[in-house]
């Protein structure tokens, strides 16, 4: 048996351990640690080839476990406080303020209307990296907006997935693209142009494509179905947490040698912090965190057995074999078939995707003289995509849980994204094809 | 079995597991590195001697300083600025052990950045430790990460802005030795401690800077030395006569990127009278489509998953089934300084640093790395020091 084998059994054994434990009713996080834990005893147990390797005492692969769990550990943070953030101000009655103002000021203008609804989409998952945050904090809201505008269910889950997956794409924070960019010892620099332009590209497409037409927005079913807002809100309220956010993080920008490092986290617990302060009501606060935690649990669960199975996958050159495989293939076939690989990956194996695949992708770009940031920014939005998909779904299943959609999961919600997904994978393939081209336009 | 029973049970097992891999990173945190000093030391300071930056912290390494009979240049060599490159500190640690300065000084860190040294890089399954026979017993080296540990630096910037540059790098380079050059008096860990660097060369007067390094051989920057323009011509001549005379693999010459900021072959340069220089050589254990990961990987430089890059033509250095072996690799990096200082003397002969005692290219090839490594046991006490 050579290395090549060995690393191939292990790799069937975690895709036979996962599926085991779906047809077992775990749910995707447990099926995913009994793989993880089935890929570490197959990698003990089975022969490794012809090369002499060194053993690994049980303590090690027990170390392993557990080293791998705190791999996204930072990542886990920024997701909790930013989720925090948005779930206090959602509770503080902020989002409901802002969505209730829009509909007031432009139910005649479904245009407008629609616009300022990306923008409200937007905003959660391009400061926080999550598609998740931006469904589980102003999903439900928008979604009733999009009601009151006679957007169909399907149609309505599949905007606020595909915006949600816009919005991670988008901007600062794109997550894809800073682990990918980190593991392959990039600077996160000149990536906000090209993502920037595809997400809200995608975003704008998908808004005018699913929810374009349609009569003007009914003001007053609209407002029915939104929550009432606390009395003592105003704009000057509404923005105020973000105007700190916003500070906060120019000030570390604009004066980074003087201003203190407070890290994302801290940020967003001030940011809160400003959200419970504004509030013209009092806010539970320890219940918006038992609830933030409990909402982000499945999503954190995900990170953590996520760190795992890479882990796992590293220590058995399982991953060696997956990236080898990607980067052997000929480039005109990457083109033709990275659309594909990118989404389906993610659905399996989330953001862990981004180092396994994206790393040697942007060594293989580079070397082939092809632009890596473009290229990188342009799977990056392809990434997200894949949330909708299986096992994982995590933002798909968001979306339905948080609108209440009760159609058919493929053949409703998913089948009608399928054309705007199409439009991004599309627009996203040409980018990384005149990646390099792309870059001298709008600078990479 | 109620639910209750089974969450204790998960909950027992958990914290048995956290409990095992706890006392294995404790026991990599502390573990000491032996250093027996060559018996030419002249004497053993703190980093925090030259600024207090970094005094106090984990990155306050031990400053091995050799002064010759003779006057002459002096060099400073830098171990260690990524601990997942071993290479980097075995061949500082060769000099430390080794060096008998004839004329000129020689001033030696093993590691700069112990911090990333005392935790692997979570999610590529390092091993903990590394090790080399040597003619006593196993010596052991602490394996690490590219970047300080977050337990020692923390919280990252939102995005990092150099100092003084104002470029934009990723979060956490801020924690990466090789990106904070020169340095600031009062920011995170690694800004101090390259801060603290830069005070010790600037006041030590050092003619020339080395920093040792490894790279993923599907990495451009391999097999080569990156030098500053004021050592172009020093760097080009050893290139040449290291790829002609001595090495089966050719090293390049490549000059630093100007407006990259934050490397040591950037800003040591400029920032002081030091021509600075950063050496490469390729580590198989750095490629992410790498097979099985384990620490005969990183010493031995094997890998079959890379080899088959090679034949995809994906790699900037040859790999064959004899691999990267780490003896090969600190032989390299040992041979290019000790080329370097005497095309050096050639040019700049009121700067020449003429030193003894350390192995040449073949005998560490031939003879291992252990061969060149002292018992600590055995040594005399006052020699002996820990990294």
Not at chain 1, 333 to 346: A, G, H, K, N, R
Not at chain 2, 150 to 170: C, F, I, R
Not at chain 2, 250 to 270: C, N, Q, T, Y
Not at chain 2, 331 to 356: C, F, G
Request: aromatic share 10%; proline share 6%.
């Amino acid at each position: 048996m050579t290395m090549f084998h060995h690393s191939l059994f292990v790799l069937i054994f975690i895709v036979a351990a996962f599926a085991a434990g779906k047809k077992l009713s775990l749910n995707t996080e447990n099926s995913m640690l009994l793989s993880a834990v089935t890929g570490l005893v197959a990698h003990i147990f089975l022969p490794k080839g012809v090369d002499p390797r060194s053993v690994l005492p049980f303590a090690e692969a027990i170390r392993h476990l557990v080293e791998g769990a705190f791999t996204y550990f930072d990542v886990c943070l920024i997701f909790m406080t930013a989720t925090f953030f948005m779930a206090l101000y959602k509770e503080a009655g902020g989002v409901a303020f802002i969505v209730r103002r829009i509909v007031i000021n432009f139910h005649n203008r479904r245009s407008v209307c629609l616009l300022l609804l990306v923008l409200v989409m937007m905003i959660p998952g391009a400061i926080t990296g999550s598609g998740a945050t931006t469904v589980l904090t102003v999903g439900s809201l928008v979604g009733s907006v999009l009601l009151a505008m006679d957007v169909p269910a399907n149609k309505r889950v599949a905007l606020i997935f595909l915006l949600a997956a816009m919005s991670a794409a988008c901007p600062p924070i794109n997550l894809w693209a800073m682990m990918a960019a980190a593991g392959a010892n990039m600077p996160y620099v000149g990536f906000a142009r090209p993502l920037g332009l595809l997400s809200v590209t995608g975003a704008l497409f998908a808004a005018f494509w699913l929810a374009g037409k349609g009569k003007p927005v009914d003001m007053h079913k609209a407002l029915s179905t939104l929550p009432e807002v606390p009395e003592g809100w105003n704009w000057r309220r509404a923005g105020a947490p973000f105007l700190v956010l916003a500070a906060l993080v120019l000030a570390g920008r604009a004066f980074p040698y003087s201003f203190p490092v407070l890290g994302l986290p801290l940020i967003f617990m001030i940011s809160a912090l400003a959200v419970f302060v504004i509030s013209p009501s009092r806010l539970p606060l320890f219940r918006v965190a038992q609830h933030t935690v409990k909402i982000l649990l499945g999503l954190v669960s995900i990170m953590v057995v996520v760190g795992v199975l890479i882990q796992v996958m590293t220590l058995s050159g399982v991953r060696g074999l997956l990236s080898l495989a990607v980067v052997t293939l000929p480039l005109s076939v990457l083109f033709f078939t990275l659309w594909m690989i990118l989404p389906i990956s993610e659905g399996m194996l989330q953001y862990a995707v981004a180092p396994l695949f994206g790393v040697p992708l942007i060594m293989l770009f580079n070397m082939k003289g092809l632009d890596p940031v473009v290229s990188l920014a342009a799977w990056s939005v392809m990434w997200p995509l894949g949330d909708c998909l299986p096992p994982t779904a995590v933002v798909g299943r968001a979306a339905v849980m948080e609108l209440d959609f009760e159609g058919d999961y493929y053949r409703g919600f998913v089948k009608t994204a399928l054309p705007v997904m199409a439009f991004i994978l599309l627009l996203s393939t040409l980018f990384m094809v005149y990646s390099k081209e792309i870059s001298q336009v709008i600078g990479g | 079995m109620n639910i209750r029973t089974a969450k204790l049970i998960i909950l027992l097992f958990a914290g048995s597991c956290a409990a095992i891999a706890g006392s294995l990173f404790k026991e990599h945190m502390e573990y000491k590195e032996a250093v027996v000093a060559s018996p030419f030391l002249s004497e053993v300071r703190k980093l925090s001697d030259y600024s207090d930056a970094v005094k106090g912290s984990v990155n306050d390494a031990n400053v091995y300083i050799f002064n010759g009979p003779t006057p002459g240049g002096t060099v400073v060599l830098l171990g260690g600025t990524h601990p997942e490159e071993p290479v980097a500190n075995l061949s500082a640690q060769i000099f430390t052990e080794n060096v008998h300065p004839v004329q000129g000084r020689v001033i030696v860190i093993n590691r700069i950045n112990t911090s990333a040294s005392m935790a692997t890089r979570m999610g590529e399954a390092y091993p903990r430790f590394y090790h080399i026979s040597t003619p006593w017993g196993v010596k052991k080296w602490r394996y690490g990460d590219r970047l300080a540990t977050p337990l020692h630096s923390w919280p990252d910037p939102e995005v990092y802005v150099h100092y003084p540059s104002g470029q934009n790098l990723a979060y956490m380079d801020v924690r990466n030795a090789n990106r904070t050059w020169p340095g600031r008096h009062d920011g995170l860990l690694c800004e101090r401690t390259n801060y603290a660097l830069m005070e010790l060369i600037r006041k030590e007067k050092a003619d020339i800077v080395m920093d040792f390094h490894e790279a993923e051989l599907e990495y451009a920057v391999e097999n080569t030395i990156v030098v500053h323009e004021k050592g172009q011509s020093v760097a080009a001549m050893a290139s040449m006569m290291l790829t002609s005379q001595t090495f089966d693999v050719p090293i390049g010459m490549e000059f630093s990127p100007k407006a990259l900021h934050g490397l040591s072959h950037r800003e040591v340069g400029d920032h002081s009278d030091a021509v600075s220089y950063l050496v490469e050589v390729a580590e198989p254990m750095l490629d992410r489509i790498r097979g099985i990961t384990d620490e005969e990987l990183l010493m031995s430089g094997k890998d079959r998953f890379v080899m088959k890059a090679g034949e995809y033509k994906l790699l900037y250095s040859p790999i064959d089934e004899s691999g990267w072996p780490v003896e090969k690799r600190t032989a390299r990096h040992v041979a290019t300084l000790m080329t370097i200082l005497q095309v050096n003397n050639m040019l700049a002969p009121e700067k020449t640093i003429i030193l003894e005692g350390i192995p040449d290219y073949r005998e560490i090839t031939e003879n291992g790395l252990g061969a060149f490594f002292q018992n600590p046991d055995e040594a005399p006490q006052e020699r002996v020091f820990y990294d």
